[in-house]
Structure formats: C-alpha cells, structure tokens
C-alpha cells in the first residue's frame, strides 16, 4: 500500500530506532497489568507514545515475522518456515531509507540466512554481505540461543567486522553497540536496529539483574495455565528468568532515550520497541510459539516520539498493526514513500495527528490482523499442522485448520480464551461470517489455503450435501 512522502524538509527529518527483541509477549509488562515484573522505560514510551496494545504478529515464529518486518510482505511472499532463506532480491527497508540519504544498520539477530542448525552452530554461521539486507552497516548473527557466548560479524560501512565474540550478556552487548553507533552519525539522519535475542529462551538473566525478585513458587499464573503439576512447575522456572531477562531489557531501553536526550536529538528521533512474537509459558499448556493463542501473537509495540510529542501523546489506540505493517509504518514516520510492493498498512498518521489523516486513511484501517502458520516447524511443543485465521478490533478470533475450524473465541467476554465456540451450534453464523472475512483475507495477500465450507445457516456445507450423518433420535 504505497503512501505519499510527508513534507519534512532536509534538515527536520526524523531517526528512527528499531529496538527488537525475541520472544516477548505483549502481556508481559507493568503497564499492561502483569504483577511479575516492572519496566519503567517501557510503560513511559506506552504513557509518552503510541501504545499499540493490541498489536499482533500474525505468524508466532521468529524467521517468518522477521521476514515479514524487514520486507512489508506476508510470510508466504517472503519466509515461510523456520530457516527458510530472505531472498536477497526482495527489497528491504533498508533499501528506502539508504535512497532517502539516510545511515542504516543493523545490530544482532538477524535469523533470515537460512542457516539450519543440525548443519553446525549457527552462532558461527557467516551470512554472505550481499544476504544482510543492504544495510550500510551490519553487525550481528544469524541465530544464536546462548546469551553469554554470543558472537557477531559483517560489516561497518566499507570496513568488514571479522566474526568475535561479545563480552557480558548479549543485551547489554548489543546496545553499546547501538549506542556507539548513534553517537557516530553527527547530523546525519539514520535509521538502526537493534536485534537482541532475549527474553528468548534460554531464559538467563545477566548478572546483576534481578532474578531474585522472581521466586518461581511466587510467580502469579496466567488463569489460563492449566492446574497440572509438571505444566505450572516448568513455566514458573521459567519465567522466573524471563521476567529478569525483561527487566534487564527495559534497562537498556532506558539507556537509549537517555542517550538521544544527552545528545539533543530525542525530539527528532523515533524509538519503535517490538518483539518478534510472543511466549505461551503454560497457557493451555503450550510452551513457546507457533500457536494462535493469545500469549504467543500479542506483542508489545510502542513508538516514542521524544519530548515533542509529550504535551500530545498518542497513548493507547485499539488499532492492531501486524508484522507486515512495521516498515510501512516506520517509513512513514520518516515521510518516505512506502513501496507500492509492501502489503502492510502505515500507521504512522496516528502519531501526526488528525490533520495527516485523510478521511480515505482512516476507512481504510485494517479491521482484522491476518494470522498463518504456513509451514509448520515440528519443533515440540508446537502446533504441526498449518492454520489461518484473523483476529478483528471488535474482539472476535477465528482459526481454521486445511477444511475444518479450529478456534473461535469472543475475546471480549473470554480474554484468556478459555471457551472455544468453534463447534458450538450457537455460534455458527458467526463462525460462517469469520471463515467468510477470513477467506477475503487469503485472496487479497495471494494466499493458498483450503477453509472449511459452510452453509447459509452457518452449518458444515458437507453434512447438508450429504443429508444428516449423525444418528437420529429413536422415535417415541
């Protein structure tokens, strides 16, 4: 969906920071109501920003989602699967803002080489200069699940980074770099990325963080984590972690708005804080990613503006951006053109103000975040059969495996998804009128999928061309 430039003129145009972690759900902050854990700097950027609480990515997987991020297209366009390669001709969002005359870089988790673990570490896996994205300087790695051995390569502007190891916790690591980095560029606008692996599991938190604070017995469960005693035992030692490694995150995410203040240049910087996906940690009794549920698509993403939007701030909106939608967006943050390429959706006139907001724009705005598992990745406790489904801003998910439904929740009365109407006959029409909404979705992305059929009453369409299958009553 291309967008017009916006008129900042040479001198005036924005940065933008990309800081993007792995694995952190939505959920998982103070300001969003989990007793667990406390981050100051991510509830100021929710308080002094655009909070998007009800943001998505639509295929809780790393490589797909960041796939997705990096390009404005849907998985199946662009990664599909788990180590599935980035095709290095597919424009990136480095291209448009390197022809802007902007820096751009990268730093950290990169996971769109293709790299397959059983063929080695992929911490030691070089990614090829010309499968980096086109970002003029890039320092990071491909995927890497050890936190105090992390090691990056690649390149700074003309100057090649030979692969070495960082020194401390990959978090902290990452963001010195960052931070150097962005003392470098003088008046030069930029646009740079940090990518860090954690909350990811492993969950270690650094030393010094504050993993005492997060007794596993003491932990307050998701209502949706089911009472079983092996299931509450793994995910409370393991959020006990994860809540440190969070913490630790929001520190760090304080050092870079400090840093832009101490430079002069928070009011005209963008700082864009998003994860890759979410974590169920129990709930349903799942671990990880790769479902529908809420824990592992809800994500935090938030946009601080610095202190020229603190008089005004955009606070909370029900819009719900999807993976797709993070280039478009941050181009147009920047007044770049968004590429007409990009299926995403640029939200970046919420942050302007009704006067960047054409009342064509506002139409327009996605009522449904499209959701995939396009190629399952086997990986235990996953889901393993493919699925699609939307979630909607009015609070309705439905989710459909190949020919039959799966999930069908009203999120407004059940938030924790504990009643699944998707085989309820009393909700039938509203199934047939999500499969319906669902279906638009997979023909305007270019999707492939086979949904269920339904009938005009919102009955499976096979039981009525094949008269009733179930057994009648006995007559009386």
Request: glycine share 8%; with cysteine; hydrophobic share 35%.
């Amino acid at each position: 969906m291309s967008t017009p430039a916006t008129p900042y003129t040479n001198d005036a145009r924005p940065n933008v920071v990309w800081f993007m972690v792995d694995q952190m759900r939505g959920q998982a902050m103070s300001i969003a109501g989990d007793p667990n854990v406390c981050t100051p700097n991510l509830d100021r950027m929710c308080r002094d920003g655009a909070w998007f609480a009800n943001a998505v990515m639509g295929f809780p997987l790393c490589c797909p989602a960041r796939g997705a991020m990096v390009t404005g297209l849907y998985p199946h366009r662009c990664v599909p699967g788990h180590e599935y390669p980035l095709d290095p001709a597919l424009p990136t969002i480095a291209d448009s803002f390197n022809a802007a005359g902007y820096s751009t870089a990268w730093f950290g988790k990169w996971h769109l080489d293709g790299f397959r673990e059983g063929a080695g570490r992929a911490a030691w896996h070089i990614v090829p200069r010309e499968r980096r994205g086109r970002f003029s300087t890039w320092i990071g790695y491909d995927n890497n699940n050890s936190q105090y051995d992390c090691w990056v390569h690649g390149h700074d502007s003309g100057r090649d980074v030979p692969l070495h190891r960082l020194t401390g916790h990959e978090t902290g690591a990452l963001t010195d770099m960052l931070l150097d980095h962005i003392r470098q560029q003088g008046d030069r606008p930029f646009f740079a990325c940090v990518s860090v692996q954690p909350p990811h599991n492993p969950y270690i938190a650094p030393a010094g963080a504050t993993a005492e604070r997060h007794i596993p017995a003491r932990l307050r469960l998701r209502p949706n984590v089911p009472p079983i005693a092996h299931v509450e035992d793994h995910a409370r030692r393991d959020l006990s972690g994860y809540y440190a490694q969070i913490e630790d995150i929001d520190r760090n995410v304080g050092r870079v708005l400090e840093c832009l203040a101490e430079l002069g240049i928070d009011d005209r910087t963008y700082v864009v804080f998003v994860s890759d996906h979410g974590d169920q940690h129990g709930c349903h009794g799942h671990f990880e990613k790769m479902t529908p549920y809420e824990e592992a698509i809800r994500v935090p993403w938030m946009i601080w503006g610095g202190k020229r939007w603190q008089s005004h701030p955009w606070q909370r909106t029900n819009h719900m951006p999807n993976h797709v939608d993070l280039s478009p967006t941050t181009l147009g943050l920047a007044g770049i053109p968004v590429p007409a390429a990009m299926q995403g959706y640029d939200y970046s006139w919420l942050m302007r103000g009704s006067c960047w907001a054409p009342r064509a724009r506002l139409d327009n705005a996605p009522q449904e975040a499209y959701l995939q598992c396009v190629v399952p990745t086997q990986h235990a406790p996953s889901v393993d059969i493919p699925w699609r489904g939307i979630v909607t801003r009015d609070g309705w998910k439905y989710v459909a495996m190949e020919g039959q439904p799966y999930l069908l929740f009203n999120l407004n009365e059940d938030p924790y998804e504990m009643a699944n109407l998707a085989h309820h006959a009393h909700a039938r029409a509203r199934r047939r009128e999500l499969n319906e909404r669902l279906r638009v979705w997979i023909e305007k992305t270019g999707d492939e999928f086979r949904l269920p059929e339904f009938a005009e009453n919102g009955s499976p369409a096979t039981a009525q061309a094949a008269g009733t299958r179930w057994p009648q009553p006995p007559s009386t």
